[in-house]
């Protein structure tokens, strides 16, 4: 059984219908990726697990358990955390506050705590008390990920994580990653990045306009088939 599954999973905004029945498996252990052009609906796909967008209770499994209609505190506490796009820190509250916020759905013992994130990122640490504004781009993506460790989740969401951000940025926050696996996280990542993607995951899949055209473990896809999934063409 997988941990986290998607069943026939729609969405819509109003009239406009963005995901066309979506069906992904997440193992325990296990990273996939999320690839698609702008407008594919990563980030509704996203927004659906995490229950910012309501579902039919069927639409979404976890550990076994349907949570598609849950609401987003519910989805955090069973322990999926997720990574927004575009970081949403808290900009009156300092590195240290906006980590402790991550607390708040879900204080369960576990591998994160302020001292494990500050040694993920040990650069958070040197900048616990500025205000997340006054950090660069690359730091605010480590605290926005580090928040959504302190709950400690079996499954983490990872929304473009590296949107905006320098190559030798982006190559840092990837390299977090091995320790985020180890510590017991099974990941969701959404990547706008294709070799990033494929570099990182254990399976793809490639969403174009609401469906999943294509997925596959990396070394089983050739690049013909990705472009073609990707476009269209
Ligand atoms: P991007 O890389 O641009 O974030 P995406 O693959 O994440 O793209 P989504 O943001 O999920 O795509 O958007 C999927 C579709 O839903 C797009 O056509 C988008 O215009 C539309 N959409 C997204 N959010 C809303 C909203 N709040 N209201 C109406 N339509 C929306």
Known sequence: MAL???RGLTARYGD???????DIALDEGET???IGANGAGKTT???SISGILANQPEAVLFDGEEIGALPAPDIVARGIAMVPEGRKL?????VEENLLIGRYGRAVAGHWSLESVYELFPILKERRTNPGTALSGGQQQMVAIGRALMSNPRVLLCDEISLGLAPVVIRDIYAAFPRIRAAGASIVMVEQ???QALKVSDRVYCMM??????????AALTREAIHSAYFGH
């Open 4 to 6: 986290l599954e998607t």
């Open 16 to 22: 406009f219908q963005a995901l066309f029945g979506v």
């Open 32 to 34: 996939i990726a999320i």
């Open 45 to 47: 796909l996203m927004r």
């Open 90 to 94: 808290f900009p009156s509250l300092s």
């Open 193 to 195: 990045d294709i070799g």
């Open 209 to 218: 306009e609401g469906r999943i055209t294509l997925s596959g473990a990396p």
